[in-house]
């Protein structure tokens, strides 16, 4: 799996877009960029996945560099609920283990 | 929707007991992991398992670790003779492997596992 880049933390105030980046410079073609978030020592949530067009679903919107090289998960409008740690993980789809690096931490204020 | 449950949310061991996690993965998916993450680090992949048998390991998934699907609903995760660097959160998830959402992975909420 590529390895991914993250900034260690953020902030952003509540009711803004929160635009988190990820470097995934040596991802290959097959390679899906995947994100997943943990609140607070609970289990990991899946938000988000592409392999290179943007994707949008209730929760985020992924944008994919053409390149591939980078890409930015997008919260449209962030709540304090998403104060979490946001993992950008780069692996082949279907059945492949999570390798999780140490992601960015997201602080969400009022 | 449904959801992963896990059992028991906290459990506490004296070093060199032996411990079974219990997980309930959501009905029909196929593939199921276990993770821990200790306080602090990383989430860290232990084992996948699919078709009752183990597809992946890694290299904390040494012998003193197993995993049994007995039945057609529970995932266990025992650890033989515990040491105080096994205490962790540990994670159990599955993904559906079929229809839209079929390579999302759900997460249980975790049992923590405190080794005295």
């Known amino acids: 799996d590529a390895k991914t880049t993250q900034p260690t933390s953020m902030d952003c105030a509540e009711g803004r877009a929160a635009n988190l980046p990820c470097n995934h410079s040596t991802i290959s073609g097959n390679e899906y960029v995947y994100w997943y978030r943990q609140i607070h020592s609970q289990g990991p949530q899946y938000i988000i996945h592409g392999l290179k067009n943007n994707e949008t679903n209730e929760m985020a919107s992924l944008i994919i560099t053409e390149d591939r090289k980078s890409s930015t998960l997008i919260l449209p409008h962030a709540t304090l609920r998403d104060t979490a740690v946001y993992y950008c993980?780069?692996?082949?789809?279907?059945?492949?283990?999570?390798?999780f690096g140490a992601g960015t931490i997201l602080r969400v204020k009022s | 929707e449904p959801e992963v449950t896990q059992t028991p949310s906290h459990q506490v061991t004296q070093m060199g007991q032996e411990v079974i996690l219990r997980c309930v993965p959501i009905s029909n998916h196929l593939y199921f992991y276990w993770y821990r993450q200790i306080l602090g680090q990383k989430v860290e992949f232990l084992v996948s398992?699919?078709?009752?048998?183990?597809?992946?390991k890694s290299e904390i998934f040494d012998d003193q670790f197993s995993v049994e699907r007995p039945d057609g609903s529970n995932f266990t995760l025992k650890i033989r003779s515990t040491k105080l660097e096994d205490s962790a959160m540990y994670f159990c998830a599955s993904i559906p492997g079929t229809g839209k959402r079929r390579d999302e992975q759900f997460f249980g909420p975790g049992t923590r596992l405190t080794v005295l």
């Open positions: 398992f699919y078709n009752n048998e183990i597809s992946e």
């Open positions: 993980i780069a692996r082949m789809e279907y059945g492949n283990k999570l390798v």
